[in-house]
């Protein structure tokens, strides 16, 4: 009697093109996140090198938070909109050539749908059943590979970033300004370290990637940037002091 193979755990493929929108929102937020962890603890852990008082901390780290979250927000309303911009072009291209070249984009449909293994007949029949329904949905679907309903949000990118790194930054805030001064960096080393873990782990399961991989490349990434940036304040305070 032949066993039947074990089920191999995949990543989730989701079919539907919202849903695969949603998830790479989600994948850019937990980015996000990892970007206020990393840079804010940099920041907060060089100050502690450097001062023991916990004013400039606060003050150094609030900073670091503001200007992180808007810094995030710009960047990606920029990039979103850009984005936007573009897939609205090809939208009016596209209603363009279907309104003065219809038998062309017929065919360009039927060419679609034949690279993808049916046959010349058969690619035919569907592209023509389709323009009759719909013939710009049929090729924003086929061709371009867009949803108009379901545009990029500059707007929603833009908040979405600020929010994600704003969390993320709240983490080695409070492990910097909570704990006695004697404990305070080792203690947001670790704090920032299991955070990097968690959120190293989560991105690859989005991606389907390997999580021991991603959680490797982020973790010593963020050690890396509070041990240079805990060396700065250190030989920068101890020259300033």
């Known amino acids: 009697m032949t066993t039947p193979p074990e089920p191999t755990t995949q ?38 090198a450097a001062s023991t008082q916990r ?8 900073a670091a938070l503001a200007a992180g979250a808007l810094s995030m927000a710009v960047g990606e309303y920029v990039s979103v909109s850009t ?15 279907l309104e003065t070249e219809p038998m062309a984009e017929l065919d360009e449909l039927a060419a679609l749908y034949e690279a993808k293994g049916l046959t010349p007949a058969t690619a035919r029949t569907v592209a023509e059943e389709l323009t009759d329904h719909d013939a710009f949905a049929a090729h924003v679907d086929a061709e371009l590979h867009l949803d108009p309903d379901e545009l990029t949000n500059p707007w929603q ?23 006695p001064a004697s404990i305070r960096v080792p203690i947001t080393f670790v704090a920032v370290l299991l955070a990097l873990t968690i959120t190293g782990w989560i991105s690859a399961r989005l991606g389907g990637a390997n999580p021991r991989r991603a959680i490797y490349r982020v973790v010593i990434g963020g050690a890396l940037a509070m041990a240079v940036t805990f060396g700065i304040g250190h030989l920068v305070g101890g020259a300033v002091g």
């Open 83 to 97: 984005q936007r911009d573009s897939e609205k072009a090809m939208l009016k291209l596209e209603r363009h050539e």
């Open 11 to 48: 990543p989730f493929e989701p079919h539907h093109g919202a849903f695969g929108s949603r998830l790479n929102w989600l994948r850019a937020g937990v980015l996000g996140a990892n970007d206020g962890i990393v840079s804010t603890a940099g920041i907060v852990v060089g100050v502690a």
């Open 55 to 62: 004013g400039p901390i606060f003050t150094a780290g609030i």
């Open 157 to 179: 990118a833009a908040i979405s970033s600020a929010i994600a790194f704003t969390v993320g930054a709240i983490l080695p805030l409070l492990a910097i300004l909570l704990p």
